[in-house]
């Protein structure tokens, strides 16, 4: 990739961190959180993306971005109150300045007149007058004179001495030699006097010296009349003045130009024509002696003369630009060649880029190290070593730094979901606006940590349910009020771990769920039976059903198309489950919760009806051999285990998943009381209990097709491919009764 | 011998730029994200040139280079203020706090390097 081109990702990366830091900064102000670098903190989000974006000419979202940095200006050094008003005009702002970014990327465009009418929005409160609309863009442009976007050619590193000494010596003698002759107009006089001031801010009068040789000969001659003895000496002060003779086919304006940095700290003067150097340096000398009383021979005697050629090898060390400035700015577009040097990152710099495929593939070795230490233990066992022996410890030794190396690897990939997090405050924002909610977005657990491959699959299933909470959570500000609420309604994202799981929670304060009307409408669309009797939390989670939908009209916001059955099948598809808890007058919960990483898992390995299969031990409570007295039966065909002071009923997986048609009696097998994503508990039969396992995930979508009740595979110890079970999926089977016979048989291959 | 500037400022972007255009003058870079921790890398590189930022956090370019400016280590090194300011009383500050130029941004490579040219020995 082109260098500037990278460096141009790396921008629009900053610009996200920026703007996320902008909003974060914006709404901490909003709630009063701010603290006194807030604003400066949030200054310098804005100003940091226009010093970027102005390095790569992307005007339009410069100028916005000026204007806004102005405001913020004016906010933090006192000029403007801090408002409530101010702050919702900012954070509107910081939308339009991510799209700005957005389209600056050639991702989506800009509403200009929107982005117009923000700008003059933002003016009016700098400047009320506000007719300075049209004045902006007279008053911006300066700031993009001279603007070249980093260009570097192949001429200027390597060729720059070379072109030094060819190019002025020929040039100068020769016009030199025409002067001298001719008319005397080339020739200036400058005399240079600095003061104490100029050495505290490390210029140099050598290096200004070497600076007008580069303009044309010169001739310098110093005075240190002035210089006192050594005793008298005040190391920090200016005492010598410089008299220079400057052949140059220049004007006035480049011989200043030498001085800009030192401007006011020298007392400069340049006069066209050939001073006799004792006239310079006795005008330089009134000025210079206070105290007449120094020497009285003649300065011209005690003056050394340097003679500083213009090409002074020893100075042109740094490179004179290859082309004329007005040339250098023409190319601009023209892609350069490579710089000679390549950037080696400086010892400063701290951070790895790694490609990441190297850490999938990293991920998937080390996922292949795992299966394979575990059927070297495995082939041990059947050796019948015993485990105090020095093999059986030095296996162990191995599981456990395999472990390790595995969790390390994991961690590499592991990130804060605040990527996610943070794209949310805006649309809750654009949600409310277009519904007419209220709503305040409080978010928690940004920080924590998930696998890549399982946030960046998070962004779709959370603003779905974001916007359903708003949309059909919250109620209107009126409506709110009436119930004697904050018209403000507040939604709650909020992430953590639980169980070896990443779980999600998007909670409102709103209506809740009107179970009156979802059942209606289920039963009415035909999606159940009308004489089923549900429980409140049944109903609740009939929104997920296929072709569900309460909204009485599509609105402009949930209603795209997108139900909640497509957000449930999609994140059942990354092994996660999603359910809503709802309390009518307070509010609904929706709570997602996906395994960290799609790579590996802890499980407890089982035989049932012959097959292997691993439940995730996520998912078990605790096992147990159940005893006749505590198995009732319930209906027909069920029956429920006495487990402590409840009943949980009791499913065969092996009759669940099709393998055998006739249960055996419980009291033959192992009991394995699971709990589910919705809180409810079953209790699993199993034949026999293997132990417990790390197994490497493999999809069984992508290898096989989804199958009910199977949640992925694995290959085991022994090199079998076992099933990994879907407990909730197993347990909802169960409430439906068993499956019908034209789903897929499962069979787990050997 | 190879010169080594220290670039001082918060944004990535920044810095990446003026590694591109002093790497590619020749010149070794050494970075640092604010005030603070450029005190620390100048302590560790002994650059011959600084660049700074002015808006930074933890400590800013006037207070970076005032810091530079007292230690007798490092005074006598040529600062240049890296800034899109075009208000002159920024530029102004920074001179009394000590810069001994400065450099307008958007700069170009040529631009660049030739401030730094103009200041450093």
Redesign the interface.
């Known amino acids: 990739m082109d ?2 081109e ?2 141009k990702v ?2 629009f ?2 610009c996200e961190e920026l703007l996320a830091d902008l909003e974060g900064g914006l709404l901490a102000m909003q709630d009063g959180n701010d603290d006194g ?1 807030t604003v ?2 949030v ?2 989000a804005v ?2 993306i ?3 974006a ?2 790569f ?1 992307l005007e339009p979202l410069v100028r916005f971005a000026h204007v806004f940095e102005t405001l913020l200006d004016a906010l933090r050094s006192n000029e403007i109150p801090g408002t409530a008003d101010l702050t919702a005009v900012l954070l509107r702002a910081s939308d339009v300045l991510a799209d700005h970014v957005s389209a600056a990327r050639g991702l989506g465009m800009v509403d200009m007149d929107a982005s117009a009418a923000m700008a003059a929005e933002l003016k009016a409160w700098t400047d009320p007058s506000a007719a300075a609309v049209a004045a902006a863009p007279v008053e911006d442009a ?3 004179e ?7 050619s192949g001429d ?2 390597m060729d720059d001495d070379d072109l030094g000494f060819d190019f002025q010596p020929m040039t100068i003698s020769l016009d030199a030699q025409a002067a001298d002759v001719a008319v005397l107009d080339n020739v200036w006089t400058v005399s240079i006097r600095p003061k104490s001031d100029l050495y ?5 009068t ?2 200004l010296l070497r ?1 007008l040789a580069r303009l044309g000969p010169i001739q310098a001659t110093l005075d240190d009349s002035a210089l006192p003895t050594l005793e008298f000496l005040d190391a920090e002060a200016a005492y010598v003045t410089w008299s220079v003779r400057l052949e140059t086919e220049q004007g006035e304006e480049a011989i200043r130009e ?1 001085f ?2 030192v401007d006011g700290d020298c007392e400069l003067e340049i006069t066209r024509g050939e001073a006799p150097v004792a006239d310079v340096l006795a005008s330089l000398m009134e000025v210079a002696l206070p105290e007449p009383a120094a020497p009285v021979e003649a300065p011209i005697a005690v003056a050394p003369v340097a003679e500083v050629a213009p090409p002074a090898p020893v100075a042109v060390s ?2 004179v ?1 290859a082309t004329p ?1 007005v040339a ?2 023409a190319p601009a577009a023209a892609p350069a060649a490579k ?6 990152p ?4 701290s951070v790895i880029r790694v490609d990441p495929e190297r850490i999938d593939r990293l991920i998937d070795l080390v996922g292949e190290l795992v299966i394979n230490q575990a059927m070297l233990a495995q082939r041990v066992g059947e050796y019948g070593i015993a485990p105090s022996s020095n093999l059986a410890m030095g296996l162990d030794e191995l599981e456990q730094l395999t472990r390790e190396i595995q969790d390390s690897v994991m961690a590499i990939r592991a990130q804060p979901v605040k990527s996610v997090f943070q794209r949310m405050p805006r649309l809750v924002r654009e949600v409310a606006n277009m519904t007419g909610k209220q709503a305040r977005l409080v978010m928690d657990g940004e920080n924590t940590e998930v696998d890549k491959t399982v946030i960046e699959r998070l962004a779709d299933p959370i603003t779905h349910m974001l916007r359903n909470a708003i949309d059909h959570g919250l109620e209107s500000p009126e409506e709110r009020k009436a119930a004697g609420k904050n018209p403000e309604g507040v939604v709650r994202l909020a992430a953590l771990h639980r169980s070896g799981r990443i779980v999600i929670e998007v909670q409102d304060d709103g209506r809740g769920i009107n179970r009156e009307r979802v059942l209606s409408i289920a039963v009415k669309k035909g999606l159940i039976s009308p004489d089923l009797t549900l429980t409140d939390e049944e109903i609740d989670n009939l929104i997920f059903l296929p072709g569900f939908s309460t909204a009485d009209k599509i609105s402009d916001v949930s209603g795209r198309g997108v139900g909640m059955d497509v957000v449930k099948r999609s994140v059942q598809a990354l092994g996660g489950r999603i359910s809503i808890a709802s309390r009518p007058g307070l509010g609904s919960t929706f709570t997602l919760s996906l395994p960290l990483t799609l790579a590996v898992l802890d499980g407890m390995v089982v035989d049932v009806a012959g097959e292997t299969l691993v439940i995730p031990l996520a998912c078990i409570v605790e096992s147990l051999r159940p005893k006749a007295e505590e198995i009732r039966p319930l209906g027909p065909t069920g029956s429920v285990l006495a487990v402590r002071d409840s009943f949980v009923p009791l499913i065969d997986v092996g009759l669940t998943l099709n393998y055998r048609s006739k249960s055996p009696p419980p009291t033959e097998g192992v009991v394995l009381l699971v709990e589910g994503e919705d809180g409810s508990r079953a209790a699993l039969v199993a034949d026999a209990i293997h132990g417990q396992r790390q197994v490497v995930i493999k999809s069984l979508e992508q290898n096989y097709q989804q199958v009910e009740g199977v949640a992925a595979a694995t290959i085991l110890g022994d090199g079998r491919v076992a099933l990994i079970l879907d407990v909730d999926a197993v347990i909802n089977l169960r409430r439906r009764g068993p499956p019908s016979p034209s789903d897929p048989t499962l069979i787990a291959a050997e | 011998m190879t010169r080594t500037v220290l670039t001082v400022d918060d944004s990535r972007t920044m810095r990446d730029m003026l590694r591109m255009a002093l790497s590619g003058a020749g010149f070794n870079v050494v970075e640092a994200v604010d005030g603070e921790h450029g005190l620390e890398v100048l302590s560790a590189h002994r650059p011959d040139v600084i660049i700074t930022d002015i808006n930074m956090p933890k400590l800013d370019g006037f207070g970076f280079i005032e810091a530079v400016r007292v230690d007798d280590d490092y005074r006598a090194i040529p600062i240049l203020v890296l800034t899109t300011e075009s208000d002159p009383s920024k530029k102004q500050r920074a001179r009394e706090a000590g810069a001994t130029g400065w450099i307008v941004k958007p700069f170009n490579p040529e631009k660049l390097v030739e401030a730094i040219r103009r200041v450093a020995a």
């Open positions: 260098e500037l990278a460096i790396t921008f990366q900053e670098d400066n903190a200054f310098r100003h940091s226009k010093g970027g102005g390095a000419g300066p700031e993009f001279g603007f070249t976007p980093i260009v570097i200027d590193g505290r801010k490390a210029n140099e050598g290096l600076e030498v800009e940095f740094a490179p630009p400035p250098a700015n710089p000679a040097q390549i950037e080696v400086g010892p400063g710099q």
